[in-house]
């Protein structure tokens, strides 16, 4: 098995010459490139079974001067040469028990080209690593290394042997260790957490330690205060300071003074605690002491930052991980004098890059994204009432223009500091108004108007520009209250919508010209009014223009309500500009404006008679609360409202129906009818937990190509420098209907990457529901006030933003006015920079395999030599293009739908769904088109089934395409229906006359019974004891209870299903259950699945379980079932079903089926009794019609895990994979009477949950054939395809090419774990392989291993090699490519290399150890 992705915990980081980051996740090392921009530039799996904790670097080579990467990087810019030649560092990598060397080689010619390399075998030591050090003062490579029974060893890493070994006399477990190091032995100290909750300070290399029992040392200082463990030590040798990270939420600061150095200082013999900070909210897992400062992240997911010499106030709070914390934290030196890094690493597997500028100690502030407001001092007449930003959508503009209009009905300005009164209202306007602003372009000229629209209780409305406020216009909108003014942007004007008394929405076409006398003209058209339907608030809140192409122009509005509505008017309103209305206001007298304006009214009044009617209405989708906003980008439509909830719709266009032919007076009339249009709504993405006032969405911006996904921190440098580039920079997904083709007109309606704008409690913030986190938060006080975000015009969400609003009669910015928005000393303030996404943060419970996607269209060119296909760009494609597409979902309550490229290793975030209440248990997928089996090229489209806590089901559309554009997949989600118990039971009459169901029903399993044209039939085990059948209907977007039963009467934790077919053409459906009490129940569904699908009532009875299968002691957590080769039977097959279950047996039944004998579907096959392992085989008396069912024979491993087995799948026809919570992957052959151990592999990913596995498709071996030829290109080194799209070389070392473990698995006997067959030998049914391939309900599993290097061409191989993908889920996910060897002597050789690779080091003889001391 060799690994092709892996996603796990992030436990090592370390910065080196705030050049490099180098991280360690799992075994596998890599380095990311910080100048000029951040990337990934290379990686290596160093440590075979062992997590990477610690990386320490030792200069092999020193720099010359100004040989940087920053300086040959302005070099570079400079068109300057460097002849810096290449220099190398040796890494100490530890984690477990187990050390290694590598080498990082930089070629400072070229930044890019970094190289890491293995230096000698993997070191296996007795005890758990928890610290190493270079020695300074040794020109070996000596390592002094801390292990958890509180020792310390000096070892000679180039050799592999320990030179001494030294114990202190107090040998308990310690939890954390810091070695001070200096020249030699002699000069070390060591600071140990141990599991008493103290620190202990002791010398390894004191002279008198022949004077103790053993060698061992006494402890010099012991420092007592910590209620908890102790995690992890800093020291700050300038200062004499220790902190410590504890297991009681607490940071503790030391006074300790000299430590270290020459001599091996111990400090003061009375040190004290100088500070404790209280601040995360669960344990504090790493910490970091700097001048001034603490850096401290822990299990809440926030690192923060601490100014300790200032009264242990928090300056800062870095959060940008899922749930499960941050498990590595590294800080820079910042000796630049721009601020140190501060890099974090998540439980969720991503990494992140923070700025932390030497400004930020001064800072006060208890949350990062947390602004400092300005008070903007208003002094005009009144209360200020609405503010809004002027002036926004000048590309020069700056954060400084604000337009306010008070209780007094006065508009001001804000300009350069100072308040202006631009306009004085009448009466009217007192007390109440409305306001809104908007720019609009001059017709004619380059120059732009910043126009203002206010709004008053008689139905007046004053437009003027705030440039020449004198040449306002007043327009009427009816008698009554205007309740909401909105501007929308045309081809030509703005569009202005003024929302009425009785549900009338008046709107104008409004134009600017400039006449001969360089005054401004208003070209003021009147357009049919819009009616609302009728409901209580009967008012306009949200409203957007549709830019058609066709005649007519479409109107999207949302109302106080709830509701969505869509308008539709001729173009011929729209193109109507009515010339003659042309009105000079810069030389108007006032008699003519009176005339004009009485004449204007008398054409309002024609054209509000023609008022328009909504063609659709989606009522009250938001709730009672109403719709806050409404926006259209790449055809789809996205609406907030104070509901919590975005809803993503799109106008559906319903076909024209044929046209019908009249006929009058002997002539035949063709008439067409129009096609249909109506709203219809595709998905509800919610936002965080109380974040229920949500008021608009933005699109996310991305800077960054899909091929250089870690190249991210470059825009957060200078995002003010950016256009927006809309449709190369933003994420896009699949169009939502399945059933139609897809055109070019049809590829931009594809769900974008959005973030939500609203309220949560008292904070303003900005939130990102796929990363879910937050981007910026201010404490405005809550959602009932007037606000504005800038910029916001453009409905991009460019990383920053400023918010001005109003709070108890004061006008409040975040930000102050004229500075330029962005990053620059500003950083971190979104969250940081992602130099890798993270997943789930939590466990992943069950997983499902979708398909597989690539392109072959684009513009490419042919690499001959190594037969790679690269595009242009730098981007591979070919059959190393093709993503293979999953879906997780776990405890956080999210479903994932992710892109794995297996050769490169990349993992893409398509899509987060939210919708669960609780976590998600299990997931199927039923794939609904043949892109992704045979053609990756074509769309490939599924329907997922979800389910978990709280008995909850969802149900979606999934369709995932080809973006041209980013050159990678995309996907689309289409909520379907969705379905919960306790729904189910408040709608029932006799409700108080039943339980009401638990709140902790959850759901365990779920399998695919039968898929029809018009729905699909599903199977739920859940643990109140019921199986549960369901019926989900696409088109009716609903989910229906067919029937449930109680049999087990304890809780069911697996299900799966077989299809019979006999040789008349009739198909018999069987579903196996498991329970927790180890048996396995057996139902023929054939009758009840006609029954139940013809009457949907709810009101067919439950069949009986035909056969009950003794197979295990305790719970069965995972069922397999497939029908042997048809033929062996006469009348008759044999049914195998492979169990597993938390006993760790692996028990594999085969159940002989015998069909009726005159082949007809009858009744349900139910036995009188119920047979049992103690009378098997066991005859039983049935009608002919029915099926019989036997056990046959069973066959049991009884250790097959040493934990609880808790995923199985079916790799081929004979080929088992097995998972446990111990961290290994298993693979069986099973025959009809036995089963076969054939490999196993230890993974990295903890608390396994889940499987998916699959064949490997045609091609595979071609792409084997083709990285063997790279090769050969790069002289033997193994090379990969990086996120830039550039090679990677790694070299090899015995059998870790490319840093990978090599295991093959094998059988017993020596023979191939799966031999290839033919096509009809492996076609057992529909749905053995489907099920392992699309309908696998499991849980979570294991982590990266090593990969295993492809051998030389010279070797005799045949022309098509068996190839599978495994997937194991738990923390984190791990996708295992599955090679099957030709013979036992191949796997032999090769395990025999991978130990030539391990030496266990030990300790000399004691002569060895004392001339060594000497």
Not at 1004 to 1014: A, I, L, P, R
Not at 1259 to 1280: C, H, L, M, P, Y
Request: charged residues 25%.
């Amino acid at each position: 098995m060799e690994t092709a992705a892996l996603v796990a915990p992030i436990t090592g980081l370390e910065f080196f010459k705030e050049e490099f980051l180098l991280t360690g996740e799992g075994p596998i090392l890599s380095v990311y490139s910080l100048q000029p921009q951040p990337k990934a530039s290379t990686s290596l799996s160093v440590l075979q079974q062992s997590r990477i904790h610690g990386i320490r670097v030792r200069s092999q080579a020193t720099l010359p001067a100004q040989s940087s990467a920053t300086s040959i990087h302005k070099q570079r810019e400079q068109g300057q040469s460097s002849t810096t030649e290449p220099s190398f560092y040796d890494l100490a990598v530890f984690g477990g028990k187990a050390v290694r060397l590598v080498r990082l080689r930089v070629n400072f010619k070229d930044v890019k080209q970094l190289r890491l390399e293995v230096l000698g075998p993997l070191l296996e030591l007795h005890d758990w690593v928890l610290d190493a050090r270079w020695l300074s003062g040794d020109k070996q490579s000596l390592l002094c290394v801390a292990v958890a029974h509180n020792g310390v060893l000096l070892l000679d890493a180039v050799r592999g042997e320990a030179l001494v070994q030294h114990s202190c006399l107090e040998g308990c477990l310690l939890y954390s260790a810091l070695l001070l190091v200096h020249e030699s032995l002699a000069d070390t100290v060591l600071i140990g957490g141990t599991v008493f909750n103290q620190l202990v300070i002791w010398k390894p290399g004191r002279e008198d330690e022949s004077k103790n029992s053993r060698h061992k040392a006494p402890v010099e200082r012991r420092l007592s205060g910590h209620s908890g463990v102790i995690f992890s030590i800093s020291y700050l040798q300038e200062k004499g300071y220790l902190a410590s990270a504890s297991d009681d939420r607490s940071v503790r600061v030391w006074g300790v003074g000299a430590l270290g150095g020459p001599g091996g200082k111990c400090g003061d013999l009375n040190p004290a605690c100088l500070k404790v900070l209280y601040g995360h909210q669960a344990r504090v897992f790493s910490v970091h002491l700097s001048p001034g400062r603490v850096f401290s992240a822990g299990e809440d997911g926030t690192c923060l930052i601490w100014d300790w010499a200032g009264g242990g106030k928090v300056v800062r709070t870095l959060k940008g991980h899922r749930a499960g914390g941050v498990r590595a934290l590294a800080v820079s030196e910042g000796e630049g004098g721009d601020g140190r890094l501060v890099a974090t690493g998540g439980a969720d597997g991503g990494v992140r890059l923070w700025k932390v500028h030497g400004s930020d100690e001064k800072e006060s502030k208890e949350e990062a994204v947390t602004e400092k407001l300005t008070d903007l001092q208003f002094s005009g007449s009144g209360l200020p009432k609405v503010v809004c930003i002027a002036g926004e959508e000048d590309e020069n503009a700056t954060w400084s223009q604000f337009v306010v209009c008070t209780d007094k009905g006065v508009v001001c300005q804000y300009v350069d500091g100072k308040w202006e009164t631009l306009w004085q209202g009448t009466s009217d306007f007192h007390s109440y108004c409305v306001m809104d602003t908007v720019t609009v372009s001059v017709k004619g000229s380059a120059a732009t108007v910043h126009l203002c629209a206010v709004g008053n209780l008689s139905g007046s409305l004053q437009v003027l520009p705030t440039s020449h406020p004198q040449s306002g216009i007043l327009l009427s909108g009816g008698s009554g209250k205007i309740h909401s003014i909105i501007w929308q942007k045309g081809k030509d004007g703005v569009y202005l919508l003024a929302s009425g008394a009785e549900g009338l929405v008046y709107r104008w076409c409004i134009k600017v010209k400039i006449n001969e006398s360089c005054s401004l003209v208003f070209n003021v058209n009147c357009l049919p009014p819009f009616l609302l339907p009728r409901c209580a608030k009967r008012w306009l809140t949200a409203a957007v223009r549709l830019h058609s192409s066709l005649e007519e122009v479409l109107w999207v509005c949302g109302d106080r309500r709830g509701s969505l509505l869509l308008y539709q008017e001729e173009e011929k309103f729209d193109q109507n500009t009515k010339e003659d209305e042309e009105i000079d206001k810069g030389l108007m007298a006032d008699r003519k404006q009176a005339a004009d304006e009485q004449e204007e009214t008398q054409e309002s009044k024609e054209a509000h008679d023609l008022m328009l009617q909504p063609l659709s209405c989606l009522f009250g989708v938001h709730g009672k609360h109403g719709v806050t906003s409404v926006c259209e980008y790449q055809g789809l439509l996205y609406s907030t409202g104070k509901d919590g909830c975005v809803r993503i719709f799109r106008v559906n266009r319903t076909p024209p129906e044929k046209c019908k032919e009249s006929k009058q007076g002997g002539k035949g009339e063709r008439v067409e009818i129009k096609e249909r249009l109506q709203l219809e709504m595709l998905r509800v993405q919610r936002a965080c937990k109380g974040m229920e006032w949500l008021e608009r969405v933005l699109i996310l911006e991305s800077e960054v190509p899909v091929e250089q996904e870690e190249e991210v921190v470059g825009e957060c440098e200078h995002p003010h420098k950016t256009k927006h580039h809309l449709t190369v920079k933003l994420g896009v997904a699949g169009e939502g209907d399945v059933e139609k083709k897809f055109e070019a007109e049809d590829v931009k309606g594809r769900e974008a990457r959005f973030v939500t704008v609203g309220f949560h409690a008292a904070h303003f913030v900005v939130w990102d529901p796929m990363r879910q986190e937050r981007l910026l938060a201010v404490p405005c006080g809550g959602g009932h006030r007037s606000w504005s975000l800038w910029p916001s015009h453009t409905g991009i969400w460019s990383g920053y933003g400023a918010l001005v609003f109003i709070k108890q009669g004061a006008v409040l910015t975040s930000q102050a006015p004229g500075e330029v928005l962005g990053w620059v000393g500003k950083s971190g303030r979104s969250g940081g920079c992602g130099l890798r996404e993270g997943v789930h943060g939590r466990g992943i419970w069950c997983v499902a395999r979708l398909g597989r996607i690539g392109e072959f269209g684009n513009e490419i060119l042919t690499n001959s030599v190594a037969g790679i296909t690269e595009n242009v760009d730098g981007s591979m494609e070919g059959e190393e293009g093709k993503w293979e597409i999953v879906v997780t979902g776990g405890e956080d309550t999210s479903l994932a739908v992710l892109a794995l490229h297996p050769v490169s290793g990349i993992i893409k975030v398509l899509s987060v769904i939210t919708d669960h209440i609780s976590g998600v248990r299990t997931v199927a997928a039923v794939p609904r088109a043949e892109g992704g089996r045979g053609n990756p090229s074509q769309p490939l489209s599924a329907l997922l089934v979800s389910a978990g806590g709280r008995a909850q089901i969802q149900c979606y559309q999934l369709l995932i395409v080809w973006d041209r554009q980013r050159l990678a997949p995309s996907c689309q989600v289409i909520q379907v229906a969705n379905h919960r118990l306790d729904e189910q039971w408040e709608k029932r009459r006799n409700r108080h006359k039943t339980v009401k169901v638990d709140p902790e029903t959850r759901y365990v399993s779920v399998t695919v019974v039968e898929e029809k044209d018009d729905c699909v039939v599903l199977a739920l085990s859940c643990s109140d004891g019921a199986i549960r059948l369901f019926s989900v209907n696409e088109v009716k977007n609903q989910i229906d209870l067919l029937w449930e039963t109680f049999y087990h009467h304890r809780c069911v934790l697996s299900v799966a299903t077989c299809s019979l077919d006999d040789d008349n053409g009739n198909r018999y459906k069987l579903l196996f259950s498991a329970a927790t009490d180890g048996k396995i129940a057996v139902w023929d569904l054939t009758e009840a699945l006609s029954l139940s699908t013809d009457h949907l009532s709810g009101a067919t009875p439950p069949p009986i379980p035909c056969l009950d299968i003794p197979a295990h002691q305790s719970g069965i957590n995972s069922l397999v079932v497939w029908e042997e080769k048809r033929g062996q039977q006469e009348g008759g097959c044999l049914v195998t079903v492979a169990s597993g279950g938390d006993d760790g047996q692996l028990t594999v039944s085969t159940v002989k089926v015998q069909y009726p004998e005159n082949g007809k579907i009858g009744g349900s096959s139910v036995f009188s009794q119920i047979s049992n392992s103690q009378t098997l085989p066991q005859a039983h008396v049935q009608s002919l019609n029915q099926l019989q069912l036997h056990l046959h024979s069973q066959s049991q491993i009884p250790l097959a895990h040493a934990a609880p087995l808790t995923a199985l799948k079916l790799l081929s026809p004979d080929i088992l994979v097995s998972t446990s919570s111990d961290q290994r992957i298993c693979l069986w052959k099973v025959s009809s009477t036995t089963i076969h151990h054939s490999g196993a592999l230890c993974s990295h990913v903890a608390d396994a949950a889940g499987l998916a596995v699959w064949e490997g498709e045609e091609g595979d071996e071609k792409e084997k054939i083709t990285f063997e030829q790279v090769n050969a290109v790069f002289g033997g080194k193994e090379s990969r395809i990086t996120e830039d799209g550039t090679f990677r070389e790694d070299l090899k070392t015995g059998d870790e090419s490319k840093g990978r473990e090599p295991v093959e698995a094998m059988s017993k006997s020596g023979g191939p774990v799966c031999e290839t067959s033919d096509e009809n030998e492996c076609e057992t049914t529909v749905n053995s392989r489907d099920q392992a391939e699309y309908h696998s309900g499991s849980e979570t599993a294991s982590e990266a291993n090593t990969k295993m290097g492809f051998k030389g061409s010279g070797e005799s191989r045949p022309k098509r090699t068996a190839v599978g993908w495994v997937l194991v889920v738990g923390q984190g996910f791990q996708l295992l490519q599955v090679r099957i060897p030709e013979m036992g002597e191949k796997v032999s050789r090769e395990k025999r290399e991978e130990e030539s690779q391990r030496v266990k080091v030990t300790l000399q003889n004691q002569a060895a150890c004392m001339e060594s001391n000497r």
